[in-house]
């Protein structure tokens, strides 16, 4: 008499990843200006001004959204894709990573420069992000297209004098903000085992952190309930997020971060809100 047993698929310790990040869709308010809307950046402003090097006549400025290349040597315009590898996080322990467990994805940047409110300026747009996996060990395994996550997200251009939303301090930040959209312990199934993918931002030192939650009047400012997520972003500067993310074979349990002064975007759809009588001189 044979019997068999049904041996379980090993769970797979390392991946080979391809991330990439392109612009589908945006929408402008009316005004003057040039609008500039491709896979990589969409900029607005003044015709022929350069959002890399503002000057001090805001007649003649630009302000842009940028994707970079996180990996290898990081850029902040040109878009993806982002590769590399990355391990599995075996354990679920957080808060620290170990070595390799974290994919370096492609990174968002804010060029956030003095404009004249006669200019169109962004109101909303599309961000479509897409991740492939591949299994390299314990065995080699086919490559594998996580799921497109929609992210909705809102901008508002803050004044830069009174009360700044939440009683940070002046100049006021720019907020992004993101609602009921999950960012961690994003269920998976590759080869019958469960994984989750969770979304990231790298801080100093390349510390991993999840998208802040916001303070309730942030939250307000761009129209969501209290319990948002998102990112502020300075005046008068370009502001880049380090987007990452890991896989784990277990849900991460991860503590509330601090509130990072950044500006963000996530794995997916996005749109801004934007109030244009406050970018002016």
């Known amino acids: ?4 047993t049904a041996l379980a698929v090993p769970i797979v310790t390392d991946w080979s990843y391809s991330l990439d990040s392109t612009f589908t869709t945006a929408i402008f308010t009316t005004g003057t200006g040039n ?3 491709s896979g990589d950046e969409l900029s607005w402003g003044a015709t022929g001004g350069d959002f890399q090097s503002p000057v001090t006549d805001f007649t003649k400025n630009r302000s842009a959204l940028t994707i970079g290349n996180g990996t290898g040597t990081p850029t902040l315009t040109g878009g993806g894709p982002a590769t590399g590898s990355v391990k ?4 679920g322990a957080p808060p620290e990573f170990a070595a390799g467990e974290i994919g370096i994805g492609t990174n968002m940047t804010h060029w956030n420069n003095p ?3 006669s200019f169109a ?3 909303s747009g599309i961000l479509r992000d897409t991740l492939t ?3 390299t060990a314990p065995n080699a395994g086919a490559a594998y297209d996580l799921p497109v996550i929609n992210f909705d997200f809102r901008f508002a251009e803050t004044p830069n004098g009174g009360t700044c939303a939440g009683g940070t301090a002046n100049p006021c930040g720019d907020i992004w903000g993101i609602f009921a959209v999950p960012t961690l312990d994003i269920s998976f199934i590759y080869d019958t085992n469960q994984y989750f993918g969770s979304i990231l931002v790298l801080g100093a030192g390349g510390s991993a952190s999840p998208i802040d939650t916001l303070l309730d009047a942030q939250c307000d400012a761009v129209g969501y309930s209290s319990g948002c997520q998102g990112f502020l972003t300075a005046e008068s500067a370009a502001t880049t997020v380090q987007f990452a993310f890991a896989v784990s074979s ?3 349990y991860v503590p509330e971060p601090a509130t990072l002064a950044l500006m963000g975007l996530g794995l997916a759809g996005i749109g801004f809100r934007r109030q244009r009588s ?3 001189a």
């Open 133 to 135: 996996l591949t299994a």
């Open 121 to 123: 300026t962004l109101e």
């Open 1 to 4: 008499m044979a019997s068999s």
């Open 250 to 252: 277990e849900p991460l």
């Open 88 to 91: 599995t996080v075996l354990d």
């Open 35 to 37: 609008k500039i809307i």
């Open 115 to 117: 404009i004249s409110s």
């Open 278 to 280: 406050k970018k002016t």
